[in-house]
């Protein structure tokens, strides 16, 4: 997977190792439909740290991208979540290249000083 040179430049190392790992994860996953694996024989066939594919995989379950029963992960069935991730990923990917990525200290910047209130649980 390719990034851009902005990105490059303005993404920490830690982010970009995220998100790399992330991509190898759901890949092998998708790779191997057929089969569930435990968390070691992920990272063992992916020749990535096991605490790192936990991680990886912690998140693309929360993505609904991956189940997990037991000891073992295997990528979701639901062919139009991932249809979906990949056509996001692809149009973040074009808009960054086109119009650039977004500056998440822009960001911090203009961000209000207190919460809103739905942090507080209140809607």
């Known amino acids: 997977m390719s990034i851009d040179r902005e990105t490059f430049e303005n993404t920490s190392g830690e982010e ?4 790399a790992v992330v991509d190898r994860v759901l890949r092998f ?3 191997h439909d057929d089969r569930a694996f435990e968390r ?8 990535i740290d096991a605490d790192t594919v936990a991680t ?17 992960w295997a990528v979701t069935s639901d062919t139009n979540r991932l249809d979906n991730f990949g056509r ?7 808009f960054d290249e086109q119009l650039g990525g977004e ?13 809103h209130p739905s942090v507080d649980g209140e809607q």
């Open 88 to 94: 996001y990923r692809q149009a973040t990917a074009l």
């Open 56 to 72: 990886a995989l912690d998140r693309l379950h929360e993505r609904e991208l991956v189940d997990h029963k037991a000891t073992y």
């Open 40 to 47: 070691r024989e992920i990272a063992a066939r992916t020749e």
């Open 16 to 19: 970009l190792a995220d998100l």
């Open 103 to 115: 500056d998440a200290t822009a960001w911090r910047e203009h961000a209000p000083d207190d919460p």
């Open 29 to 31: 996953l998708v790779a």
